[in-house]
Each structure stands twice: as C-alpha cells, then as structure tokens.
C-alpha cells in the first residue's frame, strides 16, 4: 500500500511540473508572425540616434534609420513664391529633417544680403585689400639697390638734358642765373640714410652736418660747365641760418667753392612748408635784375612757385620734404 501511494504522489507532482512547463513556453515563445509585430512596435518607438545593442554581447554601435526615397517620376519646378508659401505653411515646419528638401536660394534673395566685412571683391582670386602700401623693408631694400645702381645713370642723363637746354636757352649776358638746392641736389646724404636705415633725426643730422660732403659727380661736372660759361650760381637750401656756417663748409668740401649768394630759411619762418620761403627767395633774386634760367632741386617743394625759365627735378627716393 505505502509503494502504491508513493507512485502515485509522484505521478501527481509529474504531471503538475508538466503542466507549468507547457503553460511557460506558450506565453514566453511568440510564433513567428507575433515576434515580427511586436519587433515593429519596439523598432518605431526607438530613438533614432538611440545605440542598438548588437547580437553580439559586449558591441553596440549607433544605428539610425534611413528613410527610403519615394519615387516621383513629375518634375517639380519651384518658384521663389512658391518655395516661401511652402516653407511656411504649417507641413514643412512639422515635417522631418530628414525629409525636408533644402533648396538654393533664388538670385534675387542672394544679392540683397548684406555682409559686415563691406569689402567689394570682384573675384575669388583678387586680393580684399585696396591700395595696402608695400612693405617697409622691402621698400628700403629697393631704395638702397636703386642708389647703387641706377641713381648716378640717372642723375648723368638729367644733367646731359640740362646742359642741353642751358647751351640753346642761355643768353651768357651777367644776369643769366641758375638756383641750385643743396641736399641730395648737389650734396648727397645717401651714407647718412644708410647709417640710420634710412631714418632721419634732427640731432643725427646735424651731426652729420659736421663731417666734410662728397658731391653728387654728375652735378658738380653740371656746376663747373655753369661757372665757365659765366652763369651766375645761387645755393637755395631748407637749412636753417643757423647752420649757415656748417652748410659752406659742407660746399667747399665737395667742390662747390663759388656762388653769388647761399641762402638758408629764417629762423622766423614759420610755414609748414618751404615753397613759399623759396618762392620768394627766387622772386627775391629777380627783382635784383637776374634772369633765373634754371632751377633745379629734389624735391617739389623747390621747384613750384614760378620765378624760374625752367625746373629739374632730382631724382631722390629716400624722402619728401613740403
């Protein structure tokens, strides 16, 4: 009896665990057509930047879904008007990125942008900046090539077209004149430019000053061809007259030894610049009853003005006096 009733205790227990086991399988393991849905519902629900865990376990890598094109065999022709009534209506601003079509702007809208650079390029190959000066050094550099090279060819060819002109214009009577200026006209200052860079101080001038000159060749040869012809010669400077003696010594010591009369700048003169001073210091030399036939300096301040047959101007690229 005790054996009769354990069989069928057990038999019991048997078919309870049975049981349970069927019941789990029906409710944990969908068929085939529930397992395709319910991955479908899950799937729309998922974030698009959202990482997917691969089948794999230990990978995950970023999964976004895209969007399959949809097929429009019509040809959409978009006018400004219309591109703005769609961008505004009430669809495109709900619609997807994904699916929103970005369209180039219409010629019209492009030209009246406006931009704060306010920089009118012509092309993408021109250069943005109008007029930018050249380099500093650079510019040095070319003025010291120019005086070792080309300055003295220069000079030589101008006073040729003087000699030229005086030989054909001057009268050789005693009131025949021709008015020189002094610095870099018939003295030059080249060493001292290149002692200081091509800079220039008051006090390092002036100290320059006091050291003997060597002449520009081709002017002092213009000076002496004045003098044996009888033309009278008058040195017109921007010098102050306090340097009246430093300045003939600096002409005597490059070969300028006679002159009518030297000329230097009131100390009273206040004017910015030195063509009036000089203007009526030719105006001045005419009223004495001279005939100024030439009048030759480097800058343009010597030479505007009038009270001369004629101007020539020196080459000199190393500064501007006004």
């Known amino acids: 009896m005790v054996v009769q009733k354990i069989r069928i205790t057990f038999t019991l227990l048997f078919a309870l665990i049975t049981h349970d086991i069927l019941s789990m399988n029906q409710t944990t393991i969908p068929n085939a057509t529930t397992q395709r849905q319910t991955t479908q519902v899950l799937d729309a629900e998922l974030p698009a930047d959202r990482p997917v865990i691969a089948p794999r376990i230990g990978y995950a890598y970023p999964h976004k879904r895209s969007i399959p094109p949809q097929k ?112 870099d006209t018939v003295i030059s200052s080249f060493d001292y430019a290149i002692s200081t860079n091509l800079g220039h101080s008051t006090k390092s001038y002036h100290e320059w000053e006091l050291h003997p000159k060597r002449p520009i060749p ?58 009036p001073y000089k203007t009526n210091v030719r105006r001045d030399i005419e009223s004495q009853g001279y005939r100024i036939i030439a009048n030759i300096g480097d800058q343009e301040s010597d ?20």
């Not at 492009?110 to 993408?124: A, D, I, K, W, Y």
């Not at 003939?248 to 230097?264: M, P, Q, V």
């Not at 030479?303 to 006004?322: C, E, Q, R, S, V």
Request: charged share 25%; hydrophobic share 30%; aromatic share 8%.
């Open 72 to 183: 429009n065999n019509a040809t959409e022709t978009v006018s400004p008007e219309s591109e703005q009534s769609i961008s505004s209506s009430p669809a495109a601003q709900t619609q997807p990125v994904e699916n929103q079509v970005i369209k180039p702007r219409h010629p019209a809208q492009l030209e009246t942008q406006t931009h704060s650079t306010q920089v009118n390029c012509q092309g993408r190959h021109q250069s943005c900046t109008s007029d930018e000066p050249k380099n500093l050094e650079l510019a040095k550099r070319k003025v010291k090539k120019y005086y070792e090279h080309d300055y003295i060819k220069d000079v030589t060819c101008l006073v040729d077209q003087i000699k030229h002109y005086i030989d054909t214009h001057a009268t050789l009577s005693k009131n025949d004149a021709v008015v020189f200026d002094v610095d």
């Open 218 to 275: 081709p002017m002092l040869d213009l000076y002496n061809f004045i003098i044996n012809k009888g033309i009278k010669v008058f040195f017109v400077t921007g010098r102050s007259q306090l340097r009246r003696k430093v300045t003939e010594d600096n002409l005597r010591s490059a070969g300028f030894t006679h002159w009518e009369k030297l000329y230097l700048r009131p100390q009273n003169d206040d004017n910015f610049s030195v063509a």
């Open 303 to 322: 030479l505007i003005g009038g009270f001369a047959d004629k101007t020539f101007k020196m080459p000199n690229p190393m500064y501007t006096l006004y």
